[in-house]
């Protein structure tokens, strides 16, 4: 873990894990070397097996999506660069929008391309007041990556996405809301602090709890009634099993906050 690199993520005290975009000069784009930087940072952050994880940026943006000037740079070879920045980055994605604890994102500006994914793979999304939304793939040419047509498709639905994604249109924090793009507004200086409250509440759940009420909706939409029963049949019998239920059912007699 080093603070200087372009992502990095850090342990904070409760048991969450920070993951940070560190190029607020570069709008924190994702460039190929940025890339490499949050694969390590994503697979390093879920080996310490945090209770909650918060995805934040520095500096007035969240995420510009992929670095245009690297994009100009490879001429010719873009679909290659493409490639070779979304090929090991995806699995890695995939893992942190996977992960078994609550994962919350502050979305601290302006977000665009492949930022979207990133902002909307959390369980909670919390913006700034001045945060806005572009989707951005239009305009150049190119196809949505990393999640962002998935994710934000997923909060909008399917066909208000679409039509962001085929219009290029630029959403301010108040749609974002209203279409729940974001759960949560908070005034710029407030969110970094709310975003990690929210974080630190999560994390003092009971972990078991959290890991089953996500697995529960993650696949919600491919199930039938039997099976959706079944599987919550089978995560009660684990949860009520567990010694957090036990803390949590014996906290609840005493009439005390559980330990967890």
């Not at 994880?53 to 001429?75: H, N, V, W």
């Not at 150049?140 to 047509?149: E, K, N, Q, V």
């Amino acid at each position: 873990m080093n603070t200087s690199d372009p992502v990095y993520w850090e342990p904070i005290d409760g048991g969450v894990a920070r993951l940070v975009l560190n190029r607020p000069d570069h709008g924190n784009a994702l460039s190929l070397a940025a890339s490499r930087f949050m694969v390590a940072a994503i697979d390093a952050l879920l080996a310490s097996k945090p209770r909650a994880i918060l995805i934040s940026a520095k500096g007035p943006m969240f995420c510009a999506g992929g670095d245009i000037a690297e994009f100009i740079a490879a001429g010719s070879q873009l679909s290659q660069l493409t490639d070779d920045i979304l090929r090991p980055l995806i699995p890695a994605y995939v893992r942190l929008a996977s992960a078994p604890c609550p994962v919350v994102s502050a979305v601290n500006g302006a977000v665009a391309g492949a930022g979207i994914g990133l902002a909307l793979c959390a369980d909670f999304v919390l913006g700034a007041s001045s945060m806005k939304l572009r989707t951005g793939y239009a305009a150049i040419g190119l196809s949505p990556d990393l999640g962002a047509s998935y994710f934000l498709g997923r909060r909008a639905g399917t066909v208000k996405a679409q039509q962001w994604f085929m219009l290029n249109e630029t959403l301010n924090a108040q749609q974002c809301l209203d279409h729940h793009v974001v759960d949560k507004l908070c005034p710029n200086a407030e969110l970094e602090m709310a975003a990690t409250e929210m974080a630190l509440r999560l994390a003092n759940h009971a972990p078991g709890s959290m890991r089953s009420i996500k697995a529960l909706f993650t696949g919600l939409p491919s199930r039938d009634l039997q099976a959706h029963l079944d599987l919550e049949h089978h995560f009660m019998k684990q949860c009520a099993d567990s010694a957090e239920a036990r803390e949590g059912v014996q906290a609840f007699l005493e009439k005390r906050p559980a330990v967890f």
